[in-house]
């Protein structure tokens, strides 16, 4: 479904991804995991081409995206999450979520405002609060929720478990396993991996801008001293 | 009492052009990030086109036909505007969108000049809204009453689009965080033109509901502007019901002005707005502005390095040069390399404030103009010698610089540009109505040079060392542990803080300097031209110098030099033709769009590319 051959990405004149390939299949939930710096933010905007590879390319469907404007790629099914959450805090939740919704797609679930809300309870209860009034897990739901209203048949997450209270991050495993049970692909990168482990059963691990291992967990715990040196502080 | 209430509902109708007008700018600076300088020419253009559409459609049904089908049309030429001028800009730093729409200033001027002719024109009444109803014993015109009526619809409409629809919902996400709106499936372009649509179509409307007050003329696009930006200061930078509020004070206290002190007038409105401010910096309604970084997108800024030994003997060859021009040039070309040089030295003082302490002042021309009139007030008033008014004309400026920099600088970005505008204004309003001092609109004249100074060959000399110098010594400053902090303090005020910088007072001094230097060339300038006139303190004046600077290339040092030479040697060929104003606009905007990084950037890319100069080390 998604992939990412042999990108190269820079910021101004830093070199932060180097000739990265990566592929995601349909229905997997693939984790990317790496340490602080590795280069998963940057890959997932990459993906998203709100940083434009300068080389390399990026096919999503089959379909070359590189250097399409990111509001082509997301109406093309991609949906991104940003580590930042990015609320619109003047806006109320329903807002919010008004802004992410585009047209039911042909082959994606068609997401409603009351889908969401039994997706993540928390939400509906403050359905009229601004979204700066909502606790950090909460933002995180309501991102989740406000990318989900494009009713994307590809999720990009990024770090959906930073800094949020540990009994909401139960709650936020659930929701992805329930996203991938109805047949959403996700490409998460994350850097807690019990959460990763939680909710996805294959892993890119990335290191300085590069991958070095791609494959299931599986066949990374049967190497833990392969593990430990790329995930371990 | 019945003079009392009736001056009130004057106000109160004036508010309701005021109102739109602001409206549609607060609008656009929300969403797009761009101060709209051309926006006041929106408004201008929607009299006109109102006008026109009024002698052609009849009776009630046509006069308001006619208003609404003018902020259609005007709309729509915001949006030809927006594709053509903005699309190609929006990647530019920030602050070149500014000159582009200064550009468009220039040439909506002329093409209402070619289409409408130089005369003023009276706006038609309104159909069945001619008379006056008397209130108290006191007339009040009916169509002040319908206007007062219809504002607040035109408010709640605008309230309801951006409160309840989607596409409302769209533009308050889109002023927060544009990239995510677009990351989420909005294409932000098309929402930037809707949004230039309705700003301009708005200011279209504010236009033409003013005619049968005010009529059309070829000034309300500078008059209206200063206006605007007050009421949108005032009111709070995006808010809706703070434009609204401000609108009606600022045109409620212009009404009673008229009446108590008529002397006041100009000046009352920038009073306001400075005691609003210093009580509330961001407006009554308006919340804090999360400073972007203006001018300074886009690319790392290069460090700047003191000119090697090729460098400055280029540049003594050059000071030599101009040193011969006397000698073997014209009288006209010696006269007019002057005014270059007093330019330049303006521009550069600019370009210190604007490329080196990252503080965009809309109003540099305060401290040009208030050297000019310190020079020149001294002789007038004082018999001063020329020696001395020179002395005391950069002096003079510093210390207004040092005034307005204290209060200006309790804010930031573009409420801080908008403060130095208001300041200038307020200079300039004191000039223009202070008769008995300044002269008021007929100026200062008979202010030459002693005899010594007096042939245009010695005066030559003086300028070239005192602009050279001046020059020379902002770019010293440069070099020096103060312009070290400046740049820290432009690039990032908390880590400058941090290692115990005080930003404030480095800024503060910078903006004195600054203000000094054009102070400077405001005294030359009058013992150039022998007079001085109120128009050395407007808004022209001080957007000359920004073109300037923008044009040069904010972030090379000489930006400001090469850009003066080149602007006072273009405009003193292009002001020779009738539809200047046109070409000069156009020639902006060429600029704009095709050397993004100004006359210098473009030259050193260009110079990079052909091997000439050495480009930056990679790496970082």
């Known amino acids: 479904m998604l992939d990412v051959m042999q990108i190269n990405s820079f910021y101004g004149k830093a070199h932060v991804l180097r000739d990265l390939s990566l592929s995601v299949t349909t229905g997997q939930v693939v984790a990317l995991l790496g340490r602080n710096g590795a280069g998963k933010t940057t890959t997932l905007k990459s993906i998203m081409q709100l940083v434009v590879p300068r080389s390399g390319q990026v096919r999503f469907n089959g379909t070359d995206i590189t250097g399409w404007p990111a509001h082509r790629v997301a109406r093309a099914g991609l949906g991104y999450v940003p580590e930042d959450r990015r609320i619109f805090g003047d806006l109320s939740v329903l807002e919010n979520l008004e802004v992410g919704r585009q047209p039911p797609r042909q082959g994606t679930a068609t997401w409603s405002q009351d889908a969401?809300?039994?997706?993540?309870?928390?939400?509906?209860?403050?359905r009229r609060n601004r979204g700066r009034d909502l606790s950090g897990g909460e933002q995180q739901m309501l991102s989740i929720a406000r990318t989900l209203m494009g009713n994307p048949s590809c999720l990009l997450l990024d770090e959906p478990s930073e800094g949020i209270a540990p009994v909401i991050i139960e709650d936020m495993a659930r929701a992805i396993v329930q996203l991938r049970d109805q047949g959403l692909t996700v490409l998460l990168s994350e850097q807690n991996l019990h959460f990763a482990r939680a909710v996805s059963s294959h892993a890119v691990i990335l290191d300085r801008g590069t991958t070095r291992y791609s494959g299931s967990f599986a066949d990374l715990d049967a190497d833990p001293e392969f593990r430990d040196a790329w995930l371990s502080v | 009492m019945g003079l009392f209430i009736a001056q009130l509902l004057t106000g109160l109708a004036n508010a309701g052009a005021l109102f739109m007008v602001a409206s549609g700018l607060s609008l656009i600076f929300g969403v797009t990030r761009i101060v709209n300088f051309a926006h006041g020419s929106f408004y201008m253009?929607?009299?006109y086109v109102g006008y026109t559409l009024m002698q052609v459609l009849p009776g009630a049904f046509g006069f308001w036909g006619a208003i609404l089908l003018t902020g259609i049309i005007v709309g729509l030429v915001g949006v030809i505007v927006e594709i053509v001028v903005l699309r190609p800009v929006y990647r530019a730093p920030e602050l070149f969108q500014l000159v582009a729409t200064f550009g468009v200033i220039l040439v909506i001027q002329d093409l209402a000049?070619?289409?409408?002719?130089?005369q003023d024109l009276l706006g038609p009444r309104a159909p069945g809204l001619k008379g006056v109803v008397r209130i108290l014993g006191e007339p009040v015109p009916k169509y002040d009453l319908a206007l007062i009526g219809?504002?607040?619809f035109v408010a709640l409409a605008l309230w309801w689009l951006i409160a309840r629809t989607r596409v409302g919902i769209l533009v308050r996400a889109a002023t927060q965080d544009r990239e995510m709106v677009g990351a989420l499936g909005v294409n932000q372009s098309w929402l930037f033109t809707g949004v230039f649509f309705l700003g301009c179509a708005l200011a279209g409307l504010g236009g033409a509901v003013q005619l049968p007050k005010g009529g059309a003329d070829l000034l309300m696009d500078f008059n209206i502007l200063a206006s605007i930006f007050v009421v949108v200061v005032i009111g709070g930078m995006g808010s809706l019901p703070g434009a609204y509020l401000a609108a009606v004070l600022v045109s409620v206290l212009n009404v009673f002005g008229v009446t108590y002190?008529?002397?006041?007038?100009?000046?009352?409105?920038?009073?306001?707005?400075?005691?609003?401010?210093?009580?509330?910096?961001y407006g009554l309604l308006g919340r804090e502005e999360v400073a972007g970084d203006p001018g300074q997108s886009g690319e790392p800024e290069r460090p700047i390095k003191p000119a090697g030994a090729r460098v400055r003997l280029i540049v003594a060859a050059g000071i030599a040069l101009l040193a011969l021009v006397p000698l073997i040039a014209p009288p006209f070309a010696t006269v007019l390399v002057t005014d270059i040089l007093i330019f330049c030295l303006f521009a550069a003082s600019l370009h210190f404030l604007l490329g080196l302490g990252g503080l965009v002042s809309f109003g540099h021309a305060a401290f040009f103009g208030g050297g000019a009139y310190t020079a020149a007030l001294l002789v007038a008033h004082a018999d001063s010698p020329m020696e001395l008014a020179l002395l005391l004309a950069p002096l003079g400026a510093g210390l207004l610089a040092l005034i307005i920099g204290w209060i200006c600088l309790r804010l930031t970005g573009v409420y801080f540009a908008m403060l130095t505008l208001a300041f200038a204004q307020l200079l300039w309003s004191l000039v223009y109505q202070w008769g008995d001092v300044t002269g008021g609109d007929d100026g200062l004249v008979d202010i030459w040079p002693p005899d010594w100074a007096s042939s245009s060959t010695v005066f030559f000399y003086l300028a070239l060392v005192l602009c050279v110098g001046g020059i020379l010594a902002l770019r010293h400053a440069a070099h020096a542990p103060f312009g070290y902090a400046l740049r820290a303090a432009r690039d990032s005020k908390r880590q400058a803080e941090a290692?115990?910088?005080?930003?404030?007072?480095?800024?503060?001094?910078?903006?004195?300097?600054?203000?000094?230097?054009?102070?400077l060339a405001g005294g030359l300038f009058v013992f150039a031209k022998g007079s001085v006139f109120p128009n050395e303190l407007e808004i022209t004046r001080s957007f000359d110098a920004l073109i300037v600077v923008?044009?040069?290339?904010?972030?090379t040092l000489s930006g400001g030099v090469v850009g003066g030479a080149v602007f006072e040697s273009v405009?003193?060929?292009?002001?020779?033709f009738e539809y200047w104003r046109l070409a000069l606009g156009l020639t902006i905007i060429a600029v704009v769009i095709l050397a993004p990084e100004g006359i210098v950037g473009s030259l050193r890319r260009l110079g990079e590319r052909l091997g000439l100069l050495r480009a930056p080390e990679d790496g970082s």
Do not use: C, H, Y
Not at chain 2, 501 to 518: E, H, N, P, S
Not at chain 2, 571 to 576: A, Q, S
């Open chain 1, 116 to 126: 969401l809300f039994d997706l993540f309870p928390n939400l509906a209860e403050r």
């Open chain 2, 571 to 576: 405009k003193d060929v292009l002001t020779r």
């Open chain 2, 550 to 555: 923008f044009l040069g290339g904010v972030k």
């Open chain 2, 261 to 281: 002190l008529p002397q006041s007038t100009l000046v009352l409105m920038f009073v306001v707005m400075a005691l609003v401010l210093m009580i509330r910096p």
């Open chain 2, 113 to 118: 000049l070619m289409i409408w002719g130089p």
């Open chain 2, 150 to 152: 219809i504002t607040p």
């Open chain 2, 499 to 519: 290692t115990g910088i005080d930003t404030r007072a480095v800024q503060w001094g910078a903006f004195a300097l600054a203000g000094a230097m054009a102070g």
């Open chain 2, 45 to 47: 253009l929607g009299a």
